[in-house]
Antibody, heavy 120, light 108 residues
Framework: QLQLQESGPGLVKPSETLSLTCTVS??????????WGWIRQPPGKGLEWIGS???????YSNPSLKTRVTLSVDTSKNHFSLKLNSVTAADTAVYYC????????????WGQGTLVTVSS | SYELTQPPSVSVSPGQTASITCSGD??????AYWYQQKPGQSPVLVIF???KRPSGIPERFSGSNSANTATLTISGTQAMDEADYFC???????????FGGGTKLTVL
């Protein structure tokens, strides 16, 4: 069974870059069965998909965030990462990483989530 | 983008059947997925590919999807089922993972 764990700063200043890493255990990030996704949830609100990456580096992302999002994967460390630049208070949210079943595009395993607050 | 619409809230009495809908353009032509989220916890997949239950999900959870509406049905609802429920679909035309706005299920 896959386990995913997000890590990164819990506080980011406005206009700076949010950086998070998701470490995968219980399976290989190089699996051809999965994409690896990021989803966020502002406090008290719904889920918003940010983007997804395959182990080869192929990505697709939410058009509303695409210009600010960078996704990367490190197969040697079995982890993948998210960078979101030029953050504002509107980017304050719990950020989840999840395994996305390839060819069906749903999320079967989720990390515990990490709250990132954008504030000076 | 592709939009999915859910009712903000649904109430049900213990032991009764709860139905939560998710509407989207030609949603029946896509697969619908459902997640349960309890306060302070991560979402948990409860239905995939319209009607299938992951291992460990009780049989009282079922799903259907036709035309423009997917439905999550919880039969014999229990207090432990009180949670937020989110539907999700994949729109291949726009390469977009869409989530519904979520439905708060209250068991009272």
């Amino acid at each position: 069974q896959l386990q995913l764990q997000e890590s990164g700063p819990g506080l980011v200043k406005p206009s700076e870059t949010l950086s998070l890493t998701c470490t995968v255990s219980g399976g290989s990030i190089s699996s051809n069965s999965y994409y690896w996704g990021w989803i966020r949830q502002p406090p008290g609100k719904g889920l918003e998909w940010i983007g997804s990456i395959y182990y080869s580096g192929s990505t697709y992302s939410n058009p509303s965030l695409k210009t600010r999002v960078t996704l990367s994967v490190d197969t040697s460390k079995n982890h993948f990462s998210l960078k979101l630049n030029s953050v504002t208070a509107a980017d304050t949210a719990v950020y989840y990483c999840a395994s996305e079943v390839r060819n069906y595009n749903y999320f079967d395993y989720w990390g515990q989530g990490t709250l990132v607050t954008v504030s000076s | 983008s592709y939009e999915l619409t859910q009712p903000p809230s649904v109430s049900v009495s213990p032991g009764q059947t709860a139905s939560i809908t998710c509407s989207g353009d030609k949603l029946g032509d896509k697969y619908a997925y459902w997640y349960q989220q309890k306060p302070g916890q991560s979402p948990v997949l409860v239905i995939f590919q319209d009607t299938k239950r992951p291992s460990g999900i009780p049989e009282r959870f079922s799903g259907s999807n036709s035309a423009n509406t997917a439905t999550l049905t919880i039969s014999g609802t229990q207090a432990m089922d009180e949670a937020d429920y989110f539907c999700q679909a994949w729109d291949s035309n726009t390469a977009w993972v869409a989530f519904g706005g979520g439905t708060k299920l209250t068991v009272l």
